[in-house]
Each structure stands twice: as structure tokens, then as C-alpha cells.
């Protein structure tokens, strides 16, 4: 069996919003430096998701 490459990485520093792809990446605790660190809520205080709104892919941070 072989080992499996790497091909991207991508960041979304606001989840559900659309991805960068950054040439390098830094890796901390928790995960990418500044992926996922937001997201969005509705009025209830209820995270906003893709699923909910496919739109959200076009928005960037």
C-alpha cells in the first residue's frame, strides 16, 4: 500500500462560508491557525449552516 499525498488545504475562518486555499498552513492545538474560528447565527442565537443556506458558499471573510 502506498502513502496518500497531500493535494490541498483549505481554510475557512468563518464556517460555512466559502475557503481559501493557502500555499502553507500553520498547524496549533486545536487545528489550522484561523480555521473556523466564527460563525454565523440567526436572531435565536442557532448557527446558520450551508444546509440551511447553499448561498453562504459564495460569501468570503
Request: proline share 7%; glycine share 10%.
Amino acid at each position: 500500500m502506498g502513502h496518500a499525498q497531500l493535494q490541498s488545504v483549505h481554510v475557512h475562518p468563518v464556517k460555512a462560508f466559502r475557503g481559501t486555499a493557502p500555499r502553507e498552513a500553520v498547524v496549533e492545538p486545536w487545528g489550522l491557525a484561523g480555521d473556523r474560528r466564527w460563525v454565523l447565527i440567526d436572531d435565536g442565537g442557532k448557527v446558520v449552516t450551508q444546509r440551511q443556506q447553499p448561498r453562504l458558499a459564495l460569501a468570503a471573510a
